[in-house]
């Protein structure tokens, strides 16, 4: 039995989510992902300015009258969300956690996917694969995803996100819009994601929390590392070592901006500090502007 207060947190998502996509995704969604390609809808008469290379010179023989191909796009897609669920995930220092977040950003991309009836799946992982919902369509199935990602209690703690994508490889094949949604505190995956890059259409959702760059004057402060649940002290009234970190921090950051452009990985960078509407805009915007 699925606890009410699950039941009435995908209820709050759905509206929020279904207000976002009407108002805003459903129409750039459809002009990115347009499709697999065009097939083959019908036949009519050939007006002057019409393409010459469309053509049908079968029927154009039969009927001693030109005819051209009339192609409309193969629509349907499948879109892979996966989604980070290890423990760094319970981390924020502002109104919601990274985790929250992260599943926002899902129903809002699986319910575009649905609104231009594609399927959607979902890949829950934390060094292992968590729980794997095969695509489908409807609305009743993404709001089985958006409930799976509110009530799944992971079980392990650190992140292999070379595994989640080992695992999309095996299950997915044909070519799918990949949306992988993780704060990327990981490494030695960028091979795999390079390969996943190359054969599906994959785009990185990165979902980090302010105080991850820059630490607050706190004083001395007890840091625990939900990931090897280990603890350890820092002093934090140091201006001299926070100026460090941030520095650190900002070379991290660049470094995993230019190894994403090196392999042309597709990166959306989202704070939870900052409302994810306007960097979704932005990707999408300019990703119409590219094809």
Known sequence: MIPTEIIEKVRRIEIKTRGLVNDLFGGEYHSVFKGRGMSFSEVREYFPGDDI?????????????????????????????????????DFGTLDKYKNEIATEIAAVLGFSAIKNNDKVGLIMFTDEIEKYVPPKKGKSHVLRVVRELLYHKSEGQKTSIHNAIDF??????????????????????????????????????????IAESLIPNFGLLKIHDPESNKEFWIDTSSEYDRLNFS?????????FKKQCDKINFDLIQINTNEDYVDPLMSFFKGREKRT
């Open 247 to 255: 520095k650190d921090q900002k070379e991290a950051s660049g470094n």
């Open 168 to 209: 999309l490889l095996k299950v997915a094949k044909r070519k799918s819009v990949v949306f992988l949604i993780s704060d990327y505190i990981d490494d030695d995956y960028w091979k795999s994601l390079k390969i996943a890059n190359q054969k599906h259409d994959l785009i990185g959702i990165k979902v980090s929390d």
């Open 53 to 89: 290379r469309l053509i049908d010179w079968n029927v154009t023989a039969r009927s001693n009258l030109p005819h051209i191909k009339i192609l409309e796009e193969e629509r349907e897609l499948t879109v892979y969300l996966i989604v980070d669920i290890s423990k760094s995930g």
